[in-house]
């Protein structure tokens, strides 16, 4: 079965600090997804990044930069020098890559709030 | 681009009515998926279709059923409504078999309030 933990509830910066979201999965399959997805207070959830299981290269996109590691089943979020409008619950998700079956199970999120 | 397209986006029943939500999926996506997102919690899965066909169920009640019709769109039909169904309801498209690329595109969600 896979499970996807977020063990932060809730976090609070200062804006224009750097925080990190952590990820941590659990899954049988050799082949998987990846996911972080941003749902702000208007409810829609929001595709951030998308990362196959053989590729640990790590990325950023701007103010964002995700860390996979595969080692340790981790796949953690960065945000540099956070802004309000960041503030919003994150959340991590898994897929099977199984063809026709992208069902994603996620974590419970984290609820990052930053403050002006 | 077309996104995924939910109706209604709110909806409001009193407990023991039925309601139905609709999903357009983005055009050539023949895959669709079902969450319910309760207040608090994370999406859960609920149900998905492949070429109008039941591919995966997950947490789904009894009081609730979907279909996927011939032009892609699926329905979400609940009855006998509980206060616990209140929730968000999202659906996601996919393309499925025609090009595994793990990604899942989400609608906006259709939000129901049961009271």
């Known amino acids: 079965a896979q499970k996807v933990t977020q063990a932060q509830t809730e976090i609070s910066v200062v804006e224009k600090e750097d925080v990190t979201l952590d990820c941590v999965y659990e899954?049988?399959?050799?082949?998987?997804?990846l996911f972080w997805y941003k749902q702000p207070p208007s409810g829609e959830l929001v595709f951030l990044i998308r990362?196959?299981?053989?590729?640990?290269q790590n990325e950023i996109s701007g103010r964002y930069s995700w860390n996979f590691q595969k080692s340790t089943s981790s796949f953690n979020f960065t945000i540099t020098a956070s802004q309000v409008v960041d503030s919003a619950v994150y959340f991590c998700?898994?897929?099977?890559?199984?063809?026709?079956?992208?069902?994603?199970?996620f974590g419970t999120g984290t609820r990052l709030t930053i403050i002006p | 681009a077309a996104g995924v397209i939910q109706s209604p986006r709110h909806l409001i029943k009193e407990k023991r009515e039925t309601a139905t939500l609709k999903c357009y999926p983005i055009?050539?996506?023949?895959?669709v998926y079902w969450y319910q997102q309760g207040p608090g919690q994370d999406p859960q899965f609920l149900i998905s279709?492949?070429?109008?066909?039941?591919?995966d169920k997950g947490s789904i009640p009894d009081r609730f059923s979907a279909q996927q019709f011939s032009d892609y769109h699926s329905e979400l039909n609940m009855s006998s409504l509980e206060l616990g169904d209140s929730a968000l309801y999202f659906c996601?498209?996919?393309?499925?078999?025609?090009?595994?690329?793990?990604?899942?595109?989400f609608g906006e969600g259709s939000r129901l309030t049961v009271l």
């Open positions: 279709f492949y070429e109008k066909m039941q591919s």
């Open positions: 998700a898994l897929s099977e890559a199984n063809f026709g079956n992208e069902k994603l199970t």
């Open positions: 055009p050539r996506h023949d895959t």
């Open positions: 899954t049988r399959d050799t082949t998987y997804y």
């Open positions: 996601a498209s996919s393309p499925g078999l025609a090009r595994n690329t793990g990604e899942l595109f």
């Open positions: 990362r196959n299981s053989f590729d640990e």
